[in-house]
């Protein structure tokens, strides 16, 4: 008996093993800063990746609660970095122990095998971000009063929950530019994914910035109710309460230029997503179509010959004989 190979495991820090190993380090380095919790001299700089920063307290007019808002600031690149991180294990987390799995058992192609398993973890992402968007809005009463999307702006204060809700949204979509190398996603695919990661960013990050709450806690809604309440927010609500005086400091961004901006943005992005949404849909109807259509048989018919041609004769070893193998009649000749 021949002795068993071993697969060979590859090369420390080369591409293959960074990519197998990715959320093992990832995993490490997580661990990491969290355990500098630990130590009175490292806490006070790993404070500033794991907890929300910039928190701000406001007393009550009898001075018994107190209500914690919090604002922005460079220090939450560090917090954005390390929920990153926490993106990556769980996305590791969900390929392994839920989407290969269910590949085993469907044995799907190389191509239909990439597109489930981006469909199943944007499919687990959105509906993380639709329940928990759905509960920031009922718990702030923007659903009850939209008018406090626009009403006493600029917004220099959020709750922690719009805060957190906007860092793990970035960091999301931050951590989807990586898993695009440790995914090994095919090169036609790269461009398509890029663009709407890159957008997702843009928009969530410039809401942030610019303190409006609208498009980050509604993007997983309906297309239709977003155009909606983005036309209804910054073409009427926020024009009604415009400052001209347009400071970075006190968060004010509420002017004519950033407000039109903003809302083309968002309306190009919508129409481009029906667009794609429109043709992915007439594409479908237009195969099913045609799949539809009965194939019409093809009949080979042969060429019947104009006259009938006489049986020709066979002459084997001297003697005549016809094609289906009787010899011929002789004639006998009369005697004069």
């Keep these: 008996m021949g002795l068993r190979r071993k697969n060979k495991s590859p090369a420390v820090l080369s591409h293959e093993f960074v990519i197998q190993n990715h959320a093992d380090a990832v995993s490490c380095l997580a661990m990491g800063l969290l355990l500098g919790l630990m130590f ?55 390929q392994e122990y839920v989407l290969d799995k269910i590949n085993r058992r469907l044995h ?16 687990f992402f959105y509906l993380f971000s639709f329940t ?11 659903m009850m009063n939209p008018t406090s999307l626009w009403k006493n702006y600029p917004h220099s204060r959020m709750r922690f929950q719009v805060k957190f809700f906007y860092i793990c949204q970035i960091a999301y979509w931050l951590h989807a530019l990586p898993e695009l190398y440790f ?24 809401a942030y910035i610019l303190k409006f709450t609208i498009w980050a806690l509604l993007f ?9 309440l ?60 045609q799949n539809q259509i009965p194939k019409k048989k093809i009949t080979n018919t042969k060429s019947k010959p104009t006259k009938r041609e006489p049986n020709r004769a066979n002459f084997v070893n001297g003697a005549a004989k016809l094609e289906d193998g009787t010899s011929p009649r002789i004639r006998k000749s009369k005697p004069v």
């Design 132 to 142: 928990w968007g759905a509960s920031i809005l009922t718990a702030e009463e923007f």
């Design 108 to 123: 799907l192609s190389k191509t239909k095998h990439s597109k489930f398993n981006e469909s199943g973890q944007l499919a």
């Design 40 to 94: 009175e001299v490292t806490a006070k700089y790993v404070i500033i990746f794991i907890t929300v920063q910039y928190n701000v307290t406001y007393a009550t007019n009898d001075k018994s609660e107190h209500i914690h808002f919090y604002d922005y600031g460079p220090k939450d690149i560090a917090t954005v970095v390390f929920y990153m991180l926490i993106a990556i294990i769980l996305h590791a987390v969900i």
């Design 220 to 228: 997983v809604m309906a297309r239709l109710l977003t155009l909606t």
């Design 183 to 206: 995914q090994k996603i095919r090169k036609e695919d790269v461009p398509r994914q890029l663009c709407y990661i890159c957008l997702y960013i843009a928009h969530i990050s410039g």
């Design 230 to 289: 983005s036309v209804l927010t910054f073409g009427f609500g926020l024009a009604r309460v415009e400052n001209p005086d347009f400071s970075i400091a006190a968060g004010n961004f509420n002017v004519l230029t950033v407000r039109i901006s903003c809302l083309t943005a968002i309306c190009l992005t919508q129409a481009w997503m029906m667009w794609k949404f429109i043709n992915f849909q007439l594409k479908k109807w237009r195969e099913h179509i």
